[in-house]
């Protein structure tokens, strides 16, 4: 089985090839903006291009069976259209909840008629890392809505499956939602930060204005985007649910064990 990770150097696309290599895969084609700077391990077959310059993604669809889809928006009805004439067998997209920003990958994907398999993961905890530079600076975080809840995941065990669903029959035409293992407020998760530094940090909350001035700086245009979504959570939190353990046959990550393997990022 030949597999393309687009994205292949991305903060999800660069697991994938990891995790693709732990399961066995002996074929993997890695797309990559930079080849050179790109360290992938040895026997990843690296080529150069990108989902957003959908030319150049051409070449290295080549002769592949199933494809990891990285998202980007602006060209992803293209990129699709591409890999169905390529006669690629299965696109496994990273998309997002049903109906929200990122619909438009899934929209994509179903509009090639390739076959496919959506993953559906909700905030990222590496999201957190909004919050670092404040950290870094003092004992407070100051951001809105700290009663908003959801259930963050790991991005390494959205890699792991990814790649579970590459390599295993029976996941074509499934969609995955995939959450962590609980759902934590914005307060309990800067606590969590605070116990893996060995500090006692507090959450100053902020008015809804104070917050995307707050966050605009780091996210620019999606600050009011982001926040909205944070104030829709403090009214109805995310629940966590079960898809990656049963998956994986082991536990999601917990949000105390990423701060841990993670506080160096907070340091």
């Not at 507090?202 to 996210?219: G, N, T």
Request: charged share 20%; net charge negative; proline share 5%.
């Amino acid at each position: 089985m030949k597999i393309l990770v687009t994205g292949a150097t991305g903060n999800v696309g660069r697991m994938v090839v990891d995790e693709l290599l732990t399961l066995g895969a002996t074929d993997v084609r890695a797309l990559t903006v930079d080849p050179a700077k790109a360290a992938l391990p040895p026997g990843v077959e690296v080529v150069h291009g990108f989902v957003g310059r959908p030319e150049s993604l051409r070449p290295a669809l080549a002769g592949v069976d199933v494809m990891y889809l990285a998202p980007h928006i602006p060209t992803v009805f293209e990129a699709c259209r591409l890999a169905a004439a390529a006669g690629v067998g299965r696109i496994v997209d990273l998309a997002g909840a049903k109906g929200d920003h990122w619909q438009q990958i899934e929209d994509g994907v179903e509009a090639s008629g390739v076959p496919y398999t959506h993953l559906e993961p909700g905030e990222f905890m590496a999201n957190s890392t909004l919050w670092a530079a404040q950290i870094r600076a003092g004992d407070e975080v100051r951001d809105g809505y700290a009663n908003s809840a959801n259930a963050a995941i790991a991005q390494e065990d959205i890699a792991a499956v990814a790649a579970k669903v590459i390599v295993e029959a029976g996941h074509e035409g499934k969609s995955y939602y995939l959450t962590g293992p609980e759902s934590l407020t914005r307060r309990q998760k800067v606590e969590a930060i605070g116990r893996a530094l060995g500090r006692e940090l507090r959450y100053i909350e902020l008015s809804h204005d104070e917050a995307v001035e707050q966050l605009r700086p780091a996210m620019g245009e999606y600050a009011e985007w982001y926040v909205e979504g944070v104030a829709l959570l403090a009214q109805h939190p995310q629940p966590a649910v079960t898809t990656v353990a049963d998956l994986l046959a082991r536990p999601a990550a917990t949000y105390e064990q990423w701060a841990r393997a993670n506080a160096d990022l907070f340091r």
